[in-house]
């Protein structure tokens, strides 16, 4: 399994502290597609066609960054990556997860919580 910080992640990041972006909303996501996220990943392999769920943003510790959402789905499917992202379409793949395996069904929903530390 890999997670990511994406380089696109880190611009945005270093955008939001210098001021040259404004942090916004931000969301989470799934995919179903097969692959393995590289540094220079910018988007979930294939992902699903449900709306983004909204994130929670909280700092649960001095150095970290915390992204918690709930996507529910209307479908038979297997998450197999997810990620949060900068907004509800398109947008930026902050911090990514490959490898997964969670089969859902209509009526499911996933709760994905990703923490970035700064180190």
Request: hydrophobic share 40%; proline share 2%.
């Amino acid at each position: 399994m890999a997670v990511v910080y994406t380089q696109a992640g880190e611009e945005l990041l270093v955008d939001y502290i210098d001021g040259t972006v404004t942090p916004g909303t931000h969301y989470v996501s799934g995919g179903t597609g097969a692959g393995s996220f590289v540094k220079g990943t910018t988007t979930l392999f294939t992902e699903v066609s449900e709306a983004r769920a909204t994130a929670t943003k909280s700092q649960p510790a001095v150095d970290k960054n915390r992204w918690v959402g709930t996507q529910a789905y209307t479908g038979t499917k297997t998450i197999t990556n997810a990620g949060a992202l900068s907004a509800s379409a398109a947008g930026t793949l902050i911090v990514a997860v490959d490898a997964l395996s969670i089969a859902v069904v209509n009526g499911d929903s996933i709760q994905f919580t990703f923490d970035l530390e700064q180190t």
